[in-house]
């Protein structure tokens, strides 16, 4: 089945700084690839997706970048502000109505 | 947007009862529903997917008799923990993807579920 390994596992940068966490995913037919912002005691919140016909996906500071080829895809968040500190996970999704496959997370913290 | 309501947002029981936890798509046809649980510090773990008017699929190591699932209507989903004990401790949470096209999946706030 799929497997989705994300890096790193925590993350600290400075406010206005940029921050980029990496995902890979293992099974060539996953086709949909959404990124989740967590905050404490709360439901994961989709911040930007991609699927694989795209190759950059672009809202804001934040934008995703998918590379089919090499199995991977990142997020990248310009301009980092306190609020953006959270857990981020990626998922990757083989088709149809199929549950996503998490990463691990990252832990974002941005020092004002 | 979407909207999933998941209630209760917490919960506490005594060991042995049983709780159960409510999902609500709001503005569309949940056709599949999908349920998770996340130990502090870690990823979300399907547990299990739901088909409305269908059982449910459970992954392995999750056990049906304990985790029951309904999903009866279009709009509501519904996992009740039986017999629970403190292992069962967790933060639950439910996600639902419409039928109708591909237009994403929509998580509820999630139930922490604290057994005593």
């Known amino acids: 089945g799929e497997n989705v390994e994300q890096h790193p596992s925590t993350l600290s940068v400075q406010e206005g700084d940029s921050a980029v966490i990496k995902c890979t995913y293992s099974?060539?037919?996953?086709?949909?690839f959404p990124w989740y912002k967590q905050e404490l005691g709360k439901g994961p919140q989709l911040i930007i997706d991609i699927r694989s016909n795209v190759g950059e996906k672009k809202d804001q500071r934040i934008a995703v970048t998918l590379n089919k080829t090499a199995k991977h895809f990142s997020l990248h968040i310009t301009e980092t502000q306190p609020e953006d500190s959270a857990v981020y996970f990626c998922a990757a999704r083989k088709g149809g109505n199929t549950p996503l496959v998490f990463g691990k997370g990252t832990r974002l913290s941005v020092i004002a | 947007g979407a909207v999933v309501s998941q209630h209760p947002s917490w919960v506490i029981c005594k060991s042995g009862t049983s709780v159960k936890i409510e999902c609500r798509s709001l503005d569309f046809q949940a056709t599949t529903m999908f349920w998770y649980r996340q130990f502090p510090k870690q990823s979300l773990m399907l547990m299990a997917t739901?088909?409305?008017?269908?059982?449910?699929?459970?992954e392995q190591g999750v056990e049906k008799d304990k985790f029951l699932i309904n999903h009866a209507s279009l709009t509501l989903s519904t996992l009740t923990v039986t017999s629970a004990h403190p292992e069962d401790s967790s933060f639950y949470i439910c996600?639902?993807?419409?039928?109708?096209?591909?237009?994403?999946?929509?998580f509820g706030s999630g139930t922490r579920l604290t057994v005593v």
């Open positions: 739901s088909n409305e008017g269908s059982k449910a699929t459970y």
């Open positions: 996600s639902a993807t419409s039928g109708q096209g591909f237009s994403g999946y929509t």
């Open positions: 099974d060539s037919a996953s086709n949909y």
